[in-house]
């Protein structure tokens, strides 16, 4: 198998790019929990591992704020879209029950006046028919 000059510095500068990518995102935090391990475990540890447990405190308290403020963000949208979408049932349930009121006043209005006008006609028929029966006038 033939390796050649060009081929071994390929290989070394992806190596090296990688590692560079990666130091930040697994090894460190990897380092660093290895590191407040061994100050949890040993207290006579340097202050070197106290630095790494309170790394990792920190770093753990920015996760747990970042996620309770997305959360919290996250609900008060679904709150505000529920009380909007709540509002507008409200107000469209309360539009037709208006409409339905005034349908029902219309007609109860109507019936009234027929029924009035009925009366009215039944009264004069009688008041009618009371006088002419005082007079001693038959039909």
């Known amino acids: 198998m033939y390796v050649s000059t060009v081929g071994i510095l390929v290989i070394l500068v992806i190596f090296?790019?990688?590692?560079?990518l990666f130091t930040p995102w697994l090894y460190r935090p990897y380092l660093d929990?290895?590191?407040?391990?061994?100050?949890?475990?040993?207290?006579?540890v340097a202050t070197s591992g106290a630095d790494?447990?309170?790394r990792l405190e920190q770093r753990v308290q920015e996760k747990w704020d970042s996620a309770?403020?997305?959360v919290e963000a996250s609900a008060s949208n679904q709150r505000t879209s529920i009380r909007?979408?709540?509002?507008?049932?409200?107000?469209e349930?309360?539009?037709?029950?208006?409409?339905t009121a005034q349908k029902e006043e219309a007609e109860l209005e109507s019936t009234i006046d027929s029924a009035r006008t009925a009366l009215e006609a039944d009264v004069k028929?009688?008041?009618?028919?009371?006088?002419a029966k005082?007079?001693?006038?038959?039909?």
């Open 16 to 20: 090296l790019g990688l590692l560079f």
């Open 68 to 70: 309770r403020k997305s």
């Open 93 to 99: 349930a309360s539009k037709a029950i208006l409409a």
């Open 52 to 54: 790494a447990v309170d």
């Open 134 to 139: 005082a007079l001693g006038r038959t039909a």
């Open 84 to 91: 909007q979408e709540a509002q507008a049932k409200i107000e």
């Open 33 to 44: 929990l290895l590191e407040a391990r061994e100050a949890l475990e040993d207290p006579t």
């Open 125 to 131: 028929a009688l008041t009618d028919d009371l006088v």
